[in-house]
């Protein structure tokens, strides 16, 4: 009878021993996932980061040139109503002294410029540039036209391309923001309507 506990005891603490070493094994495996799913995450991140920070310095100097245009991905109203829309058809676009500023809301009714909204040219003037020491920018200037008298102000986080603009009418208090990214002017990929 000793003999069979003394052999049932072995055969309990070996297979408690196996038990151990296959949920030991199980939790190291689970822990590597873990480990590498976390390297390639901040990989990922540190790629994205070297991308935000080329992005910035192109539309830092974009600005700097007057050579850009803000791709709107969002447009907010004044009574604080917002809507997404199409980056290629809402834009403030600077080329030098001539300014163009274009909404084209998904509508049935075609609006002035052919593709449901607004655009208006102007001559730029007075632009003012600004960088913190975090690196943000805030940069603002007049558009003068036959369809448009306002004050634009665009603001840049630091870090990214990523911009709000703020386009006042000098007659009227129909105030407009627009969110969006800053792209050089020959990276842009937009289509201007019929001006007015």
């Known amino acids: 009878m000793k003999k069979f506990i003394a052999l049932l005891a072995l055969v309990l603490v070996s297979a408690s ?5 296959q949920e030991s094994n199980a939790a ?18 540190a790629e994205e980061q070297v991308q935000d ?11 700097k040139n007057k ?7 969002q447009v907010i109203f004044r009574n604080g109503m917002s809507s997404f829309v199409t980056s290629n058809t809402n834009f403030v676009l600077m080329n030098g ?6 909404t084209a809301f998904n509508t049935p009714y075609p609006g002035p410029n052919g593709i449901g909204g607004v655009t208006v040219d102007g001559n730029s003037s007075d632009m ?13 200037f007049s558009v003068q036209g036959i369809g448009i008298s306002a004050q634009v102000f665009i603001n840049m986080s630091s870090g990214n391309n990523n911009a709000s603009v703020s386009i006042s009418p000098n007659f009227n208090n129909n105030n407009l923001t627009l969110n969006g990214n ?3 002017l020959d990276q842009s990929n937009i289509f201007k309507g019929r001006a007015w």
């Open 28 to 45: 190291i495996r689970r822990a590597d996932r873990k480990a590498e799913r976390d390297a390639e995450r901040a990989k990922l991140r």
């Open 67 to 73: 050579q850009f245009v803000l791709e709107a991905n």
């Open 182 to 184: 800053i792209v050089p």
């Open 17 to 21: 021993t196996m038990m151990y070493a």
């Open 53 to 63: 920070i080329a992005a910035y310095q192109q539309a830092v100097q974009a600005l």
């Open 97 to 102: 002294n001539r300014a163009t500023v274009q």
């Open 128 to 140: 003012k540039m600004n960088i913190d020491k975090k690196g943000n920018v805030n940069c603002s």
